[in-house]
């Protein structure tokens, strides 16, 4: 079975500055995907960031980056210059690759303080 | 191209009621997936139709069942409604690709209120 872990229940930045929110996950597999996914107040997920496990390059996305780390089953997701807009729950994802589900972490509530 | 539109997007109803909830898929997507997210968790997966078809099933009960229509529009389905199924359902959609991972693309939700 698949566990996806956001120990950052509530995180907070200032406006233009970087924030790194953070994901581990558990898996047996080799082959997967990993997501992160933004839910505003509007309740639409929106993802953010897709990262292939057999990719070693991390993925970015303009102000998205992320730091895929397969031998210790972390993904994290960086914003740089924060804006008001990012406000949201962000919630990182699993799927195995040829799967039809995604696992969620519980996420993580980012407020943007202007 | 329209997105994905769920309706209604807030019900209130009782225990051992029943429950439809309607998603229309956004234009060309073939795939449809449903999602339960109750107050304060990430979402969890009920299950998936393609092509009419169930395509996979989350952890949850026969009393949870769905369809999928030729234009690709499903409906979720909750008999003997209980407290704990209020939540938030999430319907995505997406087109069928064989490594699957085709991006999801979600509706708002419907808020469900089990009294």
């Known amino acids: 079975a698949q566990t996806v872990t956001q120990s950052q229940p509530e995180m907070s930045v200032q406006e233009a500055e970087t924030v790194t929110l953070s994901c581990t996950y558990d898996t047996s597999e080799n082959n997967y995907y990993l997501f992160w996914y933004k839910q505003p107040p509007s309740r639409q997920m929106i993802l953010v960031i897709r990262q292939e496990a057999y990719k070693q390059q991390n993925a970015t996305e303009n102000r998205f980056s992320v730091n895929f780390q397969k031998a210790a089953k972390s993904f994290s997701l960086k914003i740089s210059d924060s804006q008001l807009g990012d406000t949201a729950m962000y919630f990182c994802a699993f799927m195995k690759t040829g799967a039809n589900n995604l696992f969620f972490g519980t996420g993580t509530r980012l407020t943007v303080i202007p | 191209e329209t997105g994905v539109t769920q309706s209604p997007t807030h019900l209130i109803k009782t225990r051992g009621q029943q429950v439809t909830l309607r998603c229309s898929s956004q234009s060309g997507h073939n795939t449809v997936s449903w999602y339960q997210q109750a107050l304060g968790q990430g979402p969890q997966f009920i299950f998936q139709y393609y092509r009419e078809e169930e395509n996979g099933r989350g952890n949850f009960p026969p009393r949870f069942s769905g369809l999928q229509f030729p234009n690709y529009s499903s409906e979720l389905n909750v008999n003997a409604l209980e407290l704990d199924d209020s939540a938030l359902y999430l319907c995505?959609?997406?087109?069928?690709?064989?490594?699957?991972?085709?991006?999801?693309?979600f509706g708002e939700g419907s808020r469900l209120t089990v009294l």
């Open positions: 995505a959609s997406s087109l069928r690709l064989p490594l699957g991972a085709g991006e999801l693309f």
